[in-house]
Every structure is written in C-alpha cells, then in structure tokens.
C-alpha cells in the first residue's frame, strides 16, 4: 500500500536501521535521541555475552539529564547473532506478534538489530518491527566503498514494503561522490554525515546532535499505513 493512502499521521517515532552490523546505529540513534529529546528503546538486544547492551552504550552516550527515559529490551539473548538463531541457541521460541511500542509521551527512537533482512523469529524479519509499529524508518549506511549497493538494495526493500523513509544517514569519512550517488539513485535525503569521532563520548553525541534536522521537519508529510498486527 501507498503510506500515503492511509491519512493516519505517523506518530512521533523513528525506526532506525542499517545496512549491516556495526554500521553505526547505536551511535547515530544516541545522536537523533539528543538532537529530538527522545526515548531510546532497543526491543531485541543480542549479544550480551560478549558486550554491554545497546540501551547502556546509549545512557553513556546521552549522559546525565536530558529526561531520555531507555525503554527495557523485549528480548535480551546472549549470542552475538540474529534474534532467531540467538534465540534458538537458548532453546527459547520468539513471537514478533507479541511486540508492543513502550508508553510513552515522548519521541522514541527505535533501534534495530543488524540490518533488515535479519531474522527474529520463524515468520518475521528486522523489516517487519517497523510495519508493526508504524514507524518511518532512518537508514544508517557507512560512507565508504560498497555502500552504494547495500543503501540502494536496502532503501528498495524498504519500499517494497510500504515504509516511509525520512532518509539516510552516512557514517564514516565524508565522501561527496557517495552522497551524490545514493541522492540521485536513492532518491533519498541525506539527514546528516557523521564523520569518524576521535571519542565516542556524550559531548561528541551533543555535538552532532546539532546538525540534525528537527524531528517535525523530516516528518513532514510523513503518513504510515496502519500498523500491521500480523505483520
Ligand atoms: N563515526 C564514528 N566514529 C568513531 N567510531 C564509530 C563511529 N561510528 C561507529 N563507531 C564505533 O563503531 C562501533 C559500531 O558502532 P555501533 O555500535 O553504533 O553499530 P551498530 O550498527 O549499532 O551495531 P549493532 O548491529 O550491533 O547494533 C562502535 O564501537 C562505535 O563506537
Ligand atoms: C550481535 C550483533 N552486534 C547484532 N546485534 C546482531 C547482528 C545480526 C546480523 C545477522 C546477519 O546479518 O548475518
Ligand atoms: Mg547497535
């Protein structure tokens, strides 16, 4: 369905997703989060055996003030791999349809885990928690070669599937050329680029929060279609 059929605004809340692993979307949502005041929720955290949690990298990030509340995990597994197979590692069985946005009266954003073709249980994939929660989606994509052909697949899987995308974010060393490309292929915005941090730290986060466009701006026109139970 065209988002644009529905009418239904889409709620103050983003979905933001990578091209890959370790792309940057821990960092870049503890950057959106500052920039729009919003909670942080990261409704599937694997890999706590080997490292802390998104949601604590993320407080860390943030730090003290600000009133970010970080929404509980739905799911925490161990394994440093897919929420189906982490899960499955633990013998446990998940069931997207039982997942719910937090309460909240604030923006949220919402990280995924891997990139959106990375299964969470035996019917659903990252792409489907957007659909189900109708959210529109930010992209996070490194800035360097091979990117353009991991945004553009995934930007046209976000499409086939009706999602709204209020646009890319490029994280890594500035590359004009690559921006130019995923504009002009991607027909997409760029919200901001993210050059490499020499400290990952809670004032290089404030920094960057600053180059990021309102909340309402980049939700302008923005309508979902209706969130999907089944999806
Ligand atoms: N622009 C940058 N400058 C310096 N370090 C960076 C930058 N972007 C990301 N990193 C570092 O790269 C690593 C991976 O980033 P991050 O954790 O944000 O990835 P991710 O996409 O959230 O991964 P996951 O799929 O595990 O959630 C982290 O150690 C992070 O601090
Ligand atoms: C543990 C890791 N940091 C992520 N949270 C999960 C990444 C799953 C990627 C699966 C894949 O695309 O092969
Ligand atoms: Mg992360």
């Known amino acids: 369905m065209n988002p644009h059929e529905s009418g239904r605004r889409a709620r103050p809340g983003v979905f933001v997703t990578g091209t890959d692993t370790d792309v940057g979307k821990t960092l870049v949502s503890a950057i959106l989060a500052k920039a729009w005041g919003a909670d942080y929720w990261k409704p599937y955290q694997t890999g706590i055996a080997a490292a802390a949690g998104d949601s604590e990298t993320v407080a860390a990030l943030l730090g003290p003030g600000g ?3 970080l929404h509980a995990p739905a799911c925490i597994l161990r394994a440093p791999l897919a929420p189906w197979a982490a899960a499955r590692a633990e013998g446990v069985a998940l069931d997207m349809s039982a997942l719910r946005l937090p309460g909240t009266n604030a923006p949220l954003v919402v ?11 035996e019917h659903s994939m990252m792409i489907d928690v957007p659909a189900r929660l109708a959210l529109p989606v930010v992209l996070v994509a490194r800035s360097t070669l091979g990117t353009i052909n991991h945004t553009l ?60 466009p309102a909340l309402d701006v980049l939700m302008r026109g923005v309508e979902m279609p209706d969130a999907r139970p089944g999806a």
């Open 67 to 69: 009133g970010h509340e």
């Open 111 to 121: 990280e995924g885990a891997g990139g959106l073709y990375v299964p969470v249980d």
């Open 153 to 212: 697949l995934s930007l046209h899987a976000l499409r086939a599937r009706g999602l709204p995308v209020l646009g890319v974010v490029m994280n890594g060393p500035p590359s004009p050329g690559n921006r130019e490309a995923l504009e002009r292929f991607g027909g997409v915005r760029i919200i901001a680029e993210i050059p490499p941090l020499a400290r990952v730290d809670a004032a290089a986060v404030a920094g960057m929060a600053r180059r990021i």
